[in-house]
């Protein structure tokens, strides 16, 4: 089937090289960070952990997302959802590859980076990360590529596919709430030392990855014959209702969080909220991020409860401020502040730096071009079998 | 002769069967060599070495008076273990340094403490919690704590993910952010030096311990630094413990640090 990638009109292959330049610019400034070691981004001795582990995160709710269209198509035979679950499941292919390579372009000495697999560690989280999100790749790639195979063919899936299906549900549930337990179990950063941890990137996941989703299936409509959503079927509008709850739902758990630290008026629980929303100290870097992500994120529920949510162009405008806003919690300011203040009560900034920006924009270009070669080859079989 | 799709990949499978299967009974007889040869010379531990079960140190803090208190501290490990200087706050490396009570004990402020208490210096280092939250976070081992407490590290197994630095509740680890040997006033051949990309702290000096010598701090630190095994009720550092008033850092985490600080001296009992 991957041969269907390989023929293509003149704007894709535009796009693709254009992918391509963007990758080779992020791999030039990844062996300069290889060299000189990663002194070269803005990582420092307090804030450890950067703009690299908050991408991973992030796009770990991306790829278990999927899952808001498999529960109901495969699990409740929800038909609505049939031409768009295969999208669903190449998006968290992409999402997965790119959570690899950001946790790859993180680690100091890559080249040891299977001593994670040859001296397991079965107290650490961070071993059943990687064991979840490299099972959740196989799951996906297996059956994406098997449904879709079917499908070309014209028979319907194998029936050893269906309980690799069920398997992937409590999967994708898997993945982020172990991604969320490498934080919410650190005794030490009281930003992410909460019960409720696992529960909001699930919620957040469940906005954002759907969000994406909609406007990819609205891209694809628009450069292919291929339509996710035909008239009078209303996949687009139920997906939005999903993203409606998960986003209200998101909201509630983050004033939970803030209830709960200032409430209690403990210091430690509000520094790194105080950080966040107004500075601490005069460190005020996050401030602008914040109160866009709070004001996006209001406009987006707004414009998905009322009917708004039918028209044209506020739909995608929404899907844009709800999934921006999600990046701006977990992609940049969750992993950021729960490093300030530091153990010893000091505010140390994170600046990124524009190497390290290189590297992020070059791994989400390569998850962008395997996106698009997945999406091809499902648009061919598509477009093949409409004809 | 031709064959078809059906028989090749079968012999293919057959031929890369047998392939594995022979380099398996090759890897099986190797290791039954490196194993006879392992037998011969096995690694022991030395008569001389200092052993406890549970190392712990406490800072007496009447004996950290003035800044020459603490550099000659601090100068004795940076020099025995290579640290670097690498002249920024943002790529440091330190295993034992000096900061203030208001910040070392943050979380405990009282406003009304005088400036000169608050500006108060301790001397911060690993405190080789019993309940290590590092030891829980590495994926890979590197960091461990071993039968006797110390919280050891093996910078070669390292795979510089710094999880451990997310979390240790005291900014006791520092990574190299780039290449340390530059950096580095004097080697000391007898101590290894690191690479970029590993974390490294203070390890309790374990490689003076199995010599016999105690760690380099203690040494240098005039009584200041007493060192000891808190399993031992005969010890110095219990007898200190159990009957004067000592602190330790964030004690309500549970990770029960082995270092402790004996406030106002010989006198505070």
Not at chain 2, 9 to 35: D, H, M, N, P, W
């Amino acid at each position: 089937m991957l041969e269907k990638a390989l023929t293509g009109s003149k704007r894709y292959w535009a796009w693709i090289f254009f992918l391509l330049a963007v990758i080779a610019v992020g791999l030039v400034a990844y062996f300069r960070q290889y060299n000189y070691g990663l002194g070269l981004t803005g990582m420092s001795r307090d804030v450890s952990w950067g703009l690299y582990i908050a991408q991973f995160t992030f796009l770990v709710g991306v790829a278990a997302s999927a899952v808001m269209l498999v529960t109901p198509y495969y699990l409740h035979d929800f038909k609505k959802f049939g031409k768009m679950v295969i999208l669903g499941e190449f998006l968290a292919i992409s999402s997965v590859i790119m959570c690899i390579f950001f946790i790859f372009v993180d680690v100091g000495q890559p080249m040891r980076i299977l001593n994670v697999l040859l001296y397991p560690q079965l107290h650490s989280v961070m071993f059943y990360d990687m064991c979840v999100l490299f099972g959740y790749l196989f799951i996906n790639i297996v059956v994406g590529w098997t449904t879709l195979g079917a499908e070309r063919k014209g028979t319907p899936p194998p029936k050893w596919i269906k309980p690799i299906i069920y398997i992937s549900i409590p999967w994708a549930f898997s993945i982020h709430t172990v991604t969320a337990f490498l934080y919410a179990g650190l005794p030490g950063r009281p930003f992410w030392l909460s019960a409720i941890m696992a529960a909001r990137f699930l919620a957040a996941a469940f906005a954002a990855g759907p969000a994406f989703l909609i406007l990819l299936v609205l891209i694809v409509r628009k450069v292919s014959k291929f339509d996710a959503d035909p008239p009078g079927v209303g996949a687009i509008q139920s997906l939005v209702k999903i993203i409606r709850y998960a986003m209200i739902a998101n909201i509630f758990f983050y004033i939970c969080e803030v209830f709960t630290a200032f409430y209690s008026n403990i210091p430690e629980e509000m520094a790194p909220f105080k950080y966040a929303f107004v500075g601490l100290d005069g460190h005020t870097s996050l401030v602008p991020f914040m109160w866009a992500a709070t004001i996006l994120a209001f406009i987006g529920i707004g414009l998905l409860i009322f009917p708004t949510r039918k028209n044209k162009v506020l739909l995608p405008l929404a899907l844009v401020a709800i999934y921006i806003a999600n990046w701006i919690d977990k992609g940049v300011v969750l992993i950021i502040a729960g490093f300030v203040p530091n153990p010893f009560g000091r505010v140390t900034e994170y600046f990124p730096t524009s190497n390290e920006l290189a590297i992020v924009v070059g791994v989400y270009a390569i998850g962008t071009l395997v996106l698009t070669v997945l999406y091809k080859v499902a648009i061919s079989v598509r477009e093949q079998n409409q004809i | 002769m031709s064959i078809n799709r059906r028989q090749f990949l079968r012999r293919v499978g057959l031929v890369s069967a047998l392939g594995l299967g022979g380099s398996f009974v090759i890897t099986s007889l190797r290791g039954k060599k490196v194993e006879a040869a392992s037998s011969v010379a096995e690694y022991e531990t030395s008569k001389d070495a200092l052993v406890a079960k549970h190392w712990a140190m406490v800072v007496d803090m009447s004996k950290f008076k003035t800044e020459e208190d603490f550099k000659k501290v601090v100068d004795s490990c940076v020099s025995i273990h290579n640290i670097p200087d690498i002249g920024n706050l943002k790529d440091e490396i330190k295993w034992i340094w000096e900061d203030d009570y208001e910040h070392t004990f943050s979380g405990g402020e009282n406003e009304y403490l005088t400036e000169s208490f608050k500006k108060l210096p301790f001397a911060v280092i690993c405190n080789h919690c019993e309940n290590p939250p590092c030891v829980k976070a590495c994926p890979t081992g590197a960091t461990f704590k071993r039968p006797d407490g110390i919280v050891d590290m093996d910078y070669h197994r390292c795979i510089g993910c710094r999880f451990c630095m997310g979390a240790c509740p005291y900014g006791a680890r520092s990574f190299n952010w780039r290449d340390p040997r530059p950096f580095i006033k004097k080697i000391d051949p007898d101590f290894p030096t690191r690479t970029q990309g590993v974390v490294e702290k203070c390890t309790f000096c374990v490689e003076r311990l199995a010599d016999g010598v105690m760690p380099a701090c203690v040494e240098a630190s005039n009584g200041g630094l007493i060192f000891g095994d808190l399993d031992d009720p005969n010890s110095e550092v219990r007898k200190i413990i159990s009957t004067k008033y000592t602190i330790r850092r964030k004690v309500e985490l549970g990770t029960q640090p082995s270092v402790y600080y004996l406030i106002g001296g010989g006198n505070n009992a």
